[in-house]
């Protein structure tokens, strides 16, 4: 029987829930001209005009020393990796 850890199968969804709530809250639409409706024979009309700013991602890396294995015998030692880091700022 395979067993699924819970915390590893929930990540994604919870990674997935987390950008989605930001794509759809991180921008700022401001709307800088009215829109007019086009005449009765269609003919003309304008549709409004807007700014739109997304949010600031900032992404860099720092180093963390993790447990890597260095042979079959799954011995571990402690090495220096780049790791993510993420930081977004929406836009005021």
């Known amino acids: 029987m395979v067993r699924i850890n819970r915390k ?5 969804f919870l990674l997935s829930a ?10 700022k639409v401001t709307k800088t001209q009215d829109g007019k409706m086009p005449e009765v024979d ?10 739109v700013k997304g949010p600031k991602v900032d992404v860099k890396t720092e180093t963390k020393q993790i447990e ?8 571990t030692k402690k090495k220096d990796i780049k ?3 993420v930081s977004v700022t ?3």
Do not use: F, I, M, N
Request: hydrophobic share 35%.
């Open 8 to 12: 590893k199968a929930a990540l994604p």
């Open 42 to 51: 269609v003919k003309g009309g304008q549709v409004p005009k807007y700014d």
């Open 18 to 27: 987390a950008l989605l709530t930001v794509s759809a809250t991180g921008c």
């Open 83 to 85: 790791v993510p880091e």
């Open 68 to 75: 890597v294995p260095t042979d079959v015998t799954v011995k």
């Open 90 to 92: 929406p836009p005021r």
